[in-house]
């Protein structure tokens, strides 16, 4: 079992950065691929961005150039950079791992997840 935790949420205006970062339990964090997802009120949670077992990163077009995904093995924890906001991007963003290292997009393919922190992007 994992346990995920995520953090660094906050209001911020648009063209303004935030990091997020996710706290995993678990022995195999290594092994495991990570990724981010998010949900704006009323639409489905979506992909944004994942990191697979050897540090390789796939991104949504929407947040290309902007957001970048990382790990630091040794304190188990997954980071997403966030930089030039967008209003757009307002969402709760949630932390996901999966058993296999390798990356995919789909939310189905995910065996653990984290509460979410939100994050609120002013014009």
């Known amino acids: 079992q994992v346990h995920l935790v995520e953090s660094g949420g906050g209001l911020v205006q648009a063209g303004g950065s935030l990091r997020l970062s996710c706290a995993a339990s678990g022995r195999a964090f290594s092994s495991y691929a990570m990724g981010w997802f998010r949900q704006a009120p009323g639409k489905e949670r979506e992909f944004v961005a994942a990191i697979s077992w050897s540090g390789r990163t796939y991104y949504a077009d929407s947040v290309k150039g902007r957001f970048t995904i990382s790990r630091d093995n040794a304190k188990n924890t997954v980071y997403l950079q966030m930089n030039s906001l967008k209003p757009e991007d307002t969402a709760h963003y949630y932390c996901?791992?999966?058993?296999?290292?390798?990356?995919?997009?789909?939310?189905?393919?995910?065996?653990?997840w984290g509460q979410g922190t939100q994050v609120t992007v002013s014009s």
């Open positions: 996901a791992a999966r058993d296999s290292g390798w990356v995919i997009v789909e939310l189905k393919g995910y065996n653990y």
